[in-house]
T-cell receptor, first 112, second 118 residues
Framework: KQEVTQIPAALSVPEGENLVLNCSFT??????LQWFRQDPGKGLTSLLLIQSSQREQTSGRLNASLDKSSGRSTLYIAASQPGDSATYLCAATNSGYSTLTFGKGTMLLVSP | GAVVSQHPSRVICKSGTSVKIECRSLDFQATTMFWYRQFPKQSLMLMATSNEGSKATYEQGVEKDKFLINHASLTLSTLTVTSAHPEDSSFYIC??????????????FGPGTRLTVL
């Protein structure tokens, strides 16, 4: 059974810092891995999806990497802004038919 | 594209009443929809998977008679919380996927519904 862990649970940084959020998974036979953002009381916004055959994906200031052999994914946020404050969730799926397994998230606070 | 809506966004009801939550895929056909529940400061817990035209598959521990799911069309799934009690108060989120097997298995999430049972 796939298990997803996110470290740290919470992170506070000053504006402008580059930061890395970590996600680890127990079953390396993943189909893909997604990173989401959730604002308080809101639904999930998909940020990046990495297929199992890919090593990384980039969107603007965000870069997500995937290392299946070590069971890890990282989300890199460059030049953080207060608007980046949110909870970031990673989720893995093990096949095209399977459901998402979520981590508990990292709550990010970027202070001005 | 790939927008999912939920209605209502917030509902407050008395204990014992039933509440229906709608999930719609606005610009694509969703053969498969998922319902999640999220408690404060917790991650999403999958409740059930529904495929259009067939019965929903519930996760272990989720009462199917308590949480009725209907996926009657390719753009609409409903979750009915029957005889709601205060412990059912939670944030309910749906997601939708194009086809039973999409090339990316990417899910698109709705904005969530906050249910408060008094």
């Amino acid at each position: 059974k796939q298990e997803v862990t996110q470290i740290p649970a919470a992170l506070s940084v000053p504006e402008g810092e580059n930061l890395v959020l970590n996600c680890s998974f127990t079953d390396s036979a993943i189909y893909n891995l997604q990173w989401f953002r959730q604002d308080p009381g809101k639904g999930l916004t998909s940020l990046l999806l990495i297929q199992s055959s890919q090593r990384e994906q980039t969107s603007g200031r965000l870069n997500a990497s995937l290392d299946k052999s070590s069971g890890r994914s990282t989300l890199y946020i460059a030049a953080s802004q207060p608007g980046d404050s949110a909870t970031y969730l990673c989720a893995a799926t093990n096949s095209g038919y399977s459901t998402l397994t979520f981590g508990k998230g990292t709550m990010l606070l970027v202070s001005p | 594209g790939a927008v999912v809506s939920q209605h209502p966004s917030r509902v407050i009801c008395k204990s014992g009443t039933s509440v229906k939550i709608e999930c719609r895929s606005l610009d694509f056909q969703a053969t498969t929809m998922f319902w999640y529940r999220q408690f404060p400061k917790q991650s999403l817990m999958l409740m059930a998977t529904s495929n259009e035209g067939s019965k929903a598959t519930y996760e272990q521990g989720v009462e199917k008679d308590k949480f009725l799911i209907n996926h009657a069309s390719l753009t609409l799934s409903t979750l009915t919380v029957t005889s709601a009690h205060p412990e059912d108060s939670s944030f309910y989120i749906c997601s939708a996927r194009r086809g039973m097997l999409s090339s990316y298995n990417e899910q698109f999430f709705g904005p969530g519904t906050r249910l408060t049972v008094l």
